[in-house]
């Protein structure tokens, strides 16, 4: 496991737990993962002090989340902040609502990005 927490952002957190959600599912869980979402999320995470910190979330060949940008490139890039991110992955904000007031961007393929509350709800499960 590499280390994927970045000082700073409260996401952080979040990241490695869905990394060690990651390392808790069973090939068979992860192949069902990967089948489900097939696509590669970079995540471009901003702070308040206006500092950007990127993960990814490889459910296309992987199953893995690391830090950094995506190898190869990302089928969808979400940029949101930090408190965004932590609204998300709580339930107190939906991706729709948070897109449609522009507190979360896309890049490529918008149609995956819906996933990522799946991705964020099925890892908290694991844990």
Request: aromatic share 6%.
């Given at each position: 496991?590499?280390?994927?927490?970045?000082?700073?952002?409260?996401a952080?957190?979040?990241?490695?737990?869905?990394?060690t959600a990651?390392?808790k599912?069973?090939?068979?869980?992860?192949?069902?993962?990967?089948?489900?979402?097939?696509?590669?999320?970079?995540?471009?995470?901003?702070n308040?002090?206006k500092?950007?910190?990127?993960?990814?979330?490889?459910?296309?060949?992987?199953?893995?989340?690391y830090?950094?940008?995506a190898?190869?490139k990302?089928?969808?890039?979400?940029?949101?902040?930090?408190a965004?991110l932590?609204?998300?992955?709580?339930?107190?904000?939906?991706?729709?609502?948070?897109?449609?007031?522009?507190?979360?961007?896309?890049?490529?393929?918008?149609?995956l990005?819906?996933?990522?509350d799946?991705?964020l709800?099925?890892?908290?499960?694991?844990l």
């Amino acid at each position: 496991m590499s280390d994927v927490k970045v000082p700073g952002f409260q996401a952080s957190e979040l990241i490695a737990g869905l990394q060690t959600a990651f390392g808790k599912y069973s090939d068979t869980e992860k192949q069902a993962e990967i089948k489900k979402n097939n696509g590669i999320f970079e995540l471009q995470v901003t702070n308040d002090k206006k500092e950007t910190a990127t993960w990814t979330i490889d459910l296309k060949k992987t199953g893995t989340v690391y830090k950094g940008k995506a190898q190869p490139k990302a089928d969808v890039t979400i940029i949101l902040s930090d408190a965004t991110l932590m609204e998300l992955a709580s339930g107190k904000l939906n991706g729709q609502k948070a897109y449609m007031t522009g507190k979360l961007k896309t890049r490529g393929n918008m149609m995956l990005a819906t996933k990522l509350d799946g991705v964020l709800k099925g890892a908290k499960a694991k844990l």
